[in-house]
């Protein structure tokens, strides 16, 4: 039977969804909007890539699915908590995500805000309560994502990326910035599925996989701003045009929408070779990059 992403997808989509919502219901509805908040930030709908990650990850190293799925739903709701504050006015001021009002406007702003902080703490909670996993697996997860999501990863690149509007930045800041803000979770989700296999001690198989996830890490953002200048915002589920709006520097700004495509597919190729070092079947992580490059949403 010949492989399906899409399959796939959907599978680690329906599997991580259906494990966060079992999660959030284990907690006391002392405040119901703050936990309604919660749920419609991360069950909101979205392609999973970072779950997916974890698991495709894992599972092509021999990793049974149960003991990635705390780490997938964790990430899943650092992503999450990431998007409900880069939606807010003091941010982004999104009034659109995954082709639904924004959770401070299905809200309001103070919620939204309490959402986010919960979700993030909600994450390192997953983690230290993973029963599938030893001591020393749950402090490498534990900080792989802090390190990923925090000052030294996701939050640094926003930090950046909001101090660069209506400035002009070099492409090599412009990759730093995105290296980060993108790519930090996506290298830790590649990472945290490789953590908890046999192979863990494996150096050699830990850069090639880094490689990879560092090439497919800016691809999507690249792939983002090219979307953002020609994509359907009903396809996206956002507004385009809300980079241009806020005067941030892109790809296709820096480089030209023709030199945007040829970075991407540039990236591509390095994530390619990096996967024909690796020793097993690695089918689904290269469907993925060719899904990440080539999308339309």
Not at 114 to 128: H, I, N, V
Not at 141 to 170: H, V, Y
Not at 224 to 230: A, E, R, S, T
Request: glycine share 6%.
């Amino acid at each position: 039977m010949s492989y399906s992403l899409s399959q796939d997808l959907t599978n680690a989509q329906q599997r991580v969804n259906h494990f966060l919502a079992q999660k959030l219901t284990e907690y006391p509805r002392d405040n119901p909007d703050l936990i309604d908040a919660m749920s419609y930030a991360v069950l909101l709908g979205g392609k999973r890539v970072r779950p997916f990650l974890i698991y495709a990850t894992g599972k092509m190293l021999g990793v049974e699915l149960e003991k990635l799925d705390h780490s997938a739903a964790a990430m899943e709701a650092i992503h999450a908590y990431s998007l409900v504050h880069d939606d807010l006015p003091a941010m982004d001021d999104d009034k659109l995500r995954r082709g639904k009002p924004t959770c401070h406007i299905a809200f309001d702003e103070a919620t939204a805000i309490l959402a986010g902080d919960s979700l993030q703490t909600f994450a390192f909670e997953l983690l230290g309560n993973d029963p599938t996993i030893n001591v020393e697996q749950k402090i490498s997860q534990i900080q792989w994502l802090a390190k990923s999501a925090g000052a030294r990863g996701m939050c640094l690149g926003q930090a950046i990326d909001l101090q660069s509007e209506n400035k002009a930045i070099s492409l090599d800041e412009l990759e730093l910035i995105h290296r980060h803000k993108t790519g930090a979770l996506i290298l830790a989700s590649v990472i945290m599925g490789f953590n908890l296999s046999d192979y863990a001690e494996d150096k050699n198989l830990e850069q090639h996989l880094t490689q990879y996830a560092k090439a497919i890490g800016l691809a999507f953002q690249v792939q983002d701003d090219i979307l953002d200048v020609i994509g359907d915002s009903e396809k996206i589920g956002k507004t385009v045009g809300s980079d241009e709006a806020l005067d941030k520097s892109t790809y296709p700004k820096l480089l030209g929408l023709e030199g945007a495509k040829q970075k991407a597919q540039d990236l591509y190729q390095v994530a390619l070779n990096a996967l024909e070092q690796i020793p097993f079947d690695t089918t689904a992580l290269k469907e993925l990059a060719d899904f990440i490059v080539n999308r339309e949403s």
